[in-house]
DNA sequence: ATTATCTATAGATCTATAGATAATGC
DNA sequence: ATTATCTATAGATCTATAGATAATGC
């Protein structure tokens, strides 16, 4: 049994790696469709390709399959803001880190709705690995658009929320997706156009 | 046996209307809380004081509770934007607006999550209702926007981007508390400057 | 008489395990 | 020999109902 959380654990097989890998892949689609709570084994299994106790074989419950997944995606979810350059041109930083943002949203609608959802009940699973990860990015960055407003090369607001409302902003176009579907029904130029009301929308709070 | 969807249904009993608030109340707390799978009859009893089968006495089962709960505050979720006055100054309808949002996200929490949580998941339950209300809504305050961008009193943009910006940057002081408070952790002045901020964001975009 | 509530439980769904069998790698 | 997979099923959880009993309103 190949034990996932465990130390020594010899040197994991070609198949071991392929069917972790299957089985993530499947759990984003469902977790990410149906939350942690209405996603089941059953389902997983399904779409990955592998009978249950297989999946069971792999992983010791569907809580470690949540877990790892979360886990091996929240580097990927937080390098746009790591990317955040304090050599660069602060505005142009800026609306690129929004724009790249707004490119995973649109590119992982998925990740972003796994996200979204354990975020919404309350982060149960992820808020260690928020806390330790998350937080001091979160801090140092702040402090790098504290120090460009403070040298008068970006317009003074609160970095605080200025990353908020970029978060909100960009994630909406995968989180609320279906809302947006709705509403914009019948309309031609649907799904366009939100690259360029971002820029504006920064451009006209941070511009000095 | 009160029935919650058919026609006649006599007149409901004073008891009657003080149970099935309780109910809709308990499943506020809860449905909010663990979203539609996680939450349980059993919770909703215990929060509502009542026996689980009594609970079934009021309505037709889980979903009934759930589809008439989203309902009954959907009037309530669409307020803020039915008030957007053509007769006001644009500007300051805009920013009355981004308030009213701002406060409706504040004292109602539980209400954003559970919307956000029926988006999150495709809006398989509100989808019509949605459709039917809150689009031809949506519609009409796009067009009075545009139309106060025509005639030059708001800076132009997109008024469809506009609303989706909106609702996500206020939404998300509910939606993302747990992901808020972990990131001003130790911050003094956590929770405030919301408003302030959100001012001047939209100002900077829309002030002509 | 009608409305409201309770106990007991059926039946479905779901996670997880036991234990046997097949496939793979020295 | 070890790793991987399968069948069968235990055991927990959950929605919902049956049917009896208590409370309420003419």
Chains 1, 2 share one sequence.
């Not at 996603?39 to 106790?53: F, R, V």
């Not at 803001?81 to 800026?94: S, V």
């Not at 928020?130 to 960055?141: S, T």
């Amino acid at each position: 049994m190949p034990d996932s959380s465990s130390q020594p654990a010899k040197k994991p097989s070609r198949i071991q790696l392929r069917n972790r890998k299957r089985i993530l892949d499947a759990a984003l689609e469902v977790f990410s469709r149906d939350g942690f709570r209405g996603a089941t084994l059953d389902q997983i299994a399904a779409e990955a390709g592998l009978s249950k106790p297989n999946i069971l074989y792999y992983f010791d419950g569907k809580e470690d399959i949540h877990v790892t997944l979360l886990n091996a995606q929240l580097d990927t979810w937080l390098d746009p803001m790591l990317a955040l350059d304090a050599k660069g041109d602060p505005l142009t930083e800026i609306l690129a880190y929004v724009q790249r943002k707004l490119d995973m949203a649109r590119q992982f609608p998925r990740e972003s709705r796994l996200f979204a959802g354990e975020i919404l009940r309350g982060a149960s699973f992820m808020a260690p690995y928020l806390r330790r990860d998350f937080q001091p990015l979160f801090e140092a960055k702040c402090a790098l658009v504290q120090d460009w407003m403070d040298s008068g090369r970006l317009q003074a607001c609160d970095p605080q929320h200025l990353m908020f409302s970029i978060w909100a902003t960009t994630q909406h176009y995968a989180d609320f997706a279906a809302q947006i579907e709705i509403l914009q029904a019948d309309k031609p130029k649907a799904g366009s156009g939100a690259s360029a009301y971002l820029r504006q929308l920064f451009t006209g709070l941070l511009k000095v």
